[in-house]
């Protein structure tokens, strides 16, 4: 296609040169201008289609494409007087058209080699910025299943000594913990062992994480979830709803006195997926380090989504914070 582009173009100009030189008095009309334009533009055209590599260096490229312009004005040249039936010699207007022709010809040629150029330059620098986005993107994951590997264990270790803390003055309570981490460990090595995690798997596992922190806190920690059921088959990166009911709970609801309550929303507005994590904490103003999950979070979202995907924190009216998270809605086609 990009080939065509440039012949189709080659030989506008052609024709465009043609009538400028008849305009301008020069050669023997415009169908014999005409006649030399093509030629010597489609000869310089092909020639340099034909010597000219992309893996050349600068100055053989440039020796190419010089050459190119002589050998396709010689051969466009004689050509055309062959097919005008004009003699093989020297004509002084005949001369004039192939100058003049052989000088919009050389820098129609010379524009052509610039714009490919460009094309490629453009080309390859989008091939490295993909391949610089792959990296980061491996680099992200790398990283998630390092958090992975250091959250699941110290979580695991904390809640086993809580069981072993209930087992003999609370049975009963010491086995529900004990459910709730079975549902939590089998909901996380699901989702470990899938290519493709949805909303749904994400919500499944952050509802088995809240049940063992209820669990642990008991009236102190009261949680609800406001899923649009339409979204629970969207594509839903791991780990990026848990670290924000953590803070929410390690920053928010544990240091105050009575408790508070954590509740996650999803819902869809313009193209996009909106999640919350909204807790009635202490707030911005007691809170003081948020943790280091966030900028994780951002990160993560800036490689899978670009500038799409967001993360935003602001203060909640019943005090508390909410954390925004922003990414773009899949359609069916795309998932």
Request: aromatic residues 6%; proline residues 3%; hydrophobic residues 45%.
């Amino acid at each position: 296609m990009h080939s065509l582009v440039n012949l189709a173009f080659t030989i506008a100009a052609n024709a465009l040169i043609a009538v400028l030189l008849t305009i301008i008095g020069f050669g023997r009309g415009f169908a014999i201008n005409l006649l030399f334009s093509q030629c010597i533009g489609l000869s310089i055209l092909f020639s340099i289609g034909f010597s000219v590599r992309r893996n050349m260096l600068g100055w053989q490229r440039w020796l190419a494409i010089v050459l190119s312009i002589i050998c396709g004005s010689l051969i466009g040249s004689f050509l055309a007087r062959w097919l005008a039936d004009l003699p093989i010699g020297v004509d002084h207007v005949a001369l004039q058209t192939t100058l003049i022709s052989l000088v919009f010809g050389s820098t129609i040629s010379i524009f052509f080699i610039l714009r490919e150029r460009n094309a490629r330059l453009q080309a390859e620098l989008r091939q490295g910025e993909i391949d610089r986005l792959e990296a980061d993107k491996r680099s992200i994951e790398a990283q998630l299943r390092m958090l992975q590997a250091q959250i699941e264990p110290h979580f695991l270790f904390n809640t086993l000594s809580n069981v072993s803390v209930l087992i003999d003055s609370e049975p009963m309570l010491a086995r529900q913990l004990l459910d709730a981490l079975i549902l939590y460990l089998r909901s996380s090595l699901a989702r470990t062992r899938s290519e493709r995690a949805s909303l749904k798997d994400e919500i499944e596992l952050l509802r088995a994480y809240l049940e063992i922190l209820k669990i642990r806190l008991g009236e102190r920690l009261n949680y609800t979830f406001a899923i649009d059921p339409e979204l629970c088959s969207q594509p839903f990166p791991p780990m990026l709803l848990q670290p924000l009911v953590e803070n929410a709970v390690t920053h928010g609801i544990e240091p105050k006195r009575g408790g508070g309550e954590i509740t996650v929303t999803a819902h869809q507005k313009d193209g996009c997926l909106n999640l919350t994590v909204c807790d009635n904490g202490i707030g911005f103003a007691k809170m003081g380090k948020m943790g280091i999950g966030l900028e994780n979070i951002r990160s993560r979202l800036h490689v899978l989504y670009g500038d799409t995907g967001k993360l935003e924190l602001s203060e909640n009216a019943d005090g508390g914070v909410i954390a925004s998270i922003r990414i773009p809605l899949c359609t069916t086609k795309e998932a």
